[in-house]
């Protein structure tokens, strides 16, 4: 009996040896705090969704079950249990197999990729389209001069990022933002961890930036202090010199309604920005999740969507907002007509006594005017706060305006002259 025993329990233990090698448990003898985020994520849990129905769909098998998963894919590596999203699927094996990266896993290590298209595999069509809203890049009305998104390749838009140092990447790459995002401070930049120009291997902002793969969930809670990151003025401030201000989003929503108690709830980046609407079974509309984080205020105050804005604001709200946008856009149009003034007083004033005084209030107008105009809402984001900044700006190029008005009335340089004679010989009296 022996004989047919041993036999059957050496193919058994093979067996099960040969498939531990293909489950996540196995790779969690080695990957302890990956596995357990990956344990509680909606990726573990991908077989439960719709309350366990998606293994009788077949379209829904495609993307919660990975062997159908693999096989939609093109993976040889197909096996026949029924597991949810694994770590197979993200992570292709070495030529020599998954065995061979058990067995020597810094030598066969298996495959790690940045890409949206990875996440894209799934995470697309009507049902959850946030690769095609992602990809903004790719489509045909994209105008690289014009408009920005995370999925435009910092490389191509902006080239001359390759020649500056890592507080760029770590904002402008996939590569830098992950090291960087470990420091959840606004202005922490993780320097030493982010890569140089020339190690980086992704150039846009993908998924795997904001997500953290292994548990899908935001790096940062927070999602202001995620994307505020990044959406920053990087210390900017009036000081006279400083005209250019980039992406002061989180400057300028801190301290609005939306984080002070002002409004009955706090209010993240996320909640306008990432408007959601699920797909319509009955009309078939495409589902809408926010990853173009463009802000459209007919998503946001529409009856679909997920964010609750509708329930007290509802779509009454969309012209209100709109007037407030088209006010704040109005004052700069009438701010750059008032600039090009200021600038021509000041090139007149360029050799006199006030021109030093004139040039920072100059600078220091231009500098408010640019923070509305980069912020990029038009006001949404703090509508005190830019409404101070644009009084700000057209009191300070006023003043430049006026200082050279002062100076071209007839007389005031003979006035200016005089005593300045007086003011010599009262010096020269006083010696003796």
Not at 402 to 425: D, K, M, N
């Amino acid at each position: 009996m022996l004989k047919y025993i041993f036999p059957a329990l050496v193919i058994l233990i093979l067996f099960s040896t040969t498939s531990a090698a293909w489950q996540p448990e196995t790779c969690k003898s080695c990957h302890l705090e990956i596995y357990e985020k990956w344990n509680a994520s909606a990726h573990a849990e991908s077989l439960k969704a719709a309350g366990g129905s998606v293994l009788n769909i077949e379209e829904c098998t495609k993307c919660h079950l990975e062997s159908s998963i693999k096989e939609t894919w093109g993976r040889e590596d197909v096996e026949t249990m029924v597991e949810p999203v694994t770590c197979e699927v993200c992570h292709n094996p070495p030529a020599e197999g998954y065995d061979a990266h058990i067995n020597e896993p810094s030598f066969y290590a298996l495959e790690v990729t940045l890409s949206a298209e990875m996440c894209g595999n799934c995470h697309r069509d009507e049902h959850h389209p946030i690769f095609e809203e992602w990809d903004e890049f790719n489509n045909t009305d994209f105008n690289i001069t014009t408009m920005e998104s995370h999925s435009e390749p910092t490389d191509i838009a902006e080239p001359y990022i390759l020649d500056r140092d890592k507080s760029c990447v770590s904002c402008k790459s996939t590569d830098g933002a992950i090291p960087n995002l470990e420091d959840p401070d606004i202005f922490g930049l993780n320097l030493n961890e982010v890569p140089e120009p020339s190690e980086v291997s992704e150039w846009r902002i993908t998924c795997v930036a904001c997500h953290e793969p292994h548990s899908a969930s935001y790096r940062i809670e927070d999602d202001v202090l995620l994307c505020g990151n990044c959406h920053n003025s990087e210390h900017a401030v009036p000081d006279g010199q400083t005209t250019r201000i980039l992406h002061p989003q989180w400057e300028m929503y801190n301290g609005s309604i939306y984080n002070t108690g002002i409004h009955p709830i706090d209010i993240g980046c996320s909640d306008c920005h990432m408007a959601m609407q699920e797909f319509n079974d009955t009309t078939e509309e495409p589902a809408i999740t926010g990853h173009t984080f463009d802000f459209k205020s007919e998503i946001l105050f529409s009856p679909n969507a997920t964010n609750g804005c509708y329930d007290c604001h509802q779509e009454v709200f969309i012209p209100v907002v709109e007037a407030k946008q088209k006010l704040i856009a109005r004052r700069i149009n009438d701010l750059e007509a008032t600039r090009i003034n200021a600038s021509e007083s000041l090139e007149e004033l360029n050799g006199t006594h006030t021109y030093d005084a004139a040039l920072a209030d100059y600078n220091n107008a231009v500098f408010y005017l640019e923070a509305v105009k980069a912020d990029g809402s038009h006001g949404i984001h703090n509508t005190e706060r830019a409404s101070e900044y644009l009084d700000n700006s057209g009191e300070l190029f006023d003043s430049v305006v006026e200082r050279q008005a002062a100076i071209s009335e007839p007389g005031f340089e003979l006035i200016l002259a005089v005593i300045g004679l007086l003011a010599a010989l009262w010096t020269m009296k006083k010696r003796k």
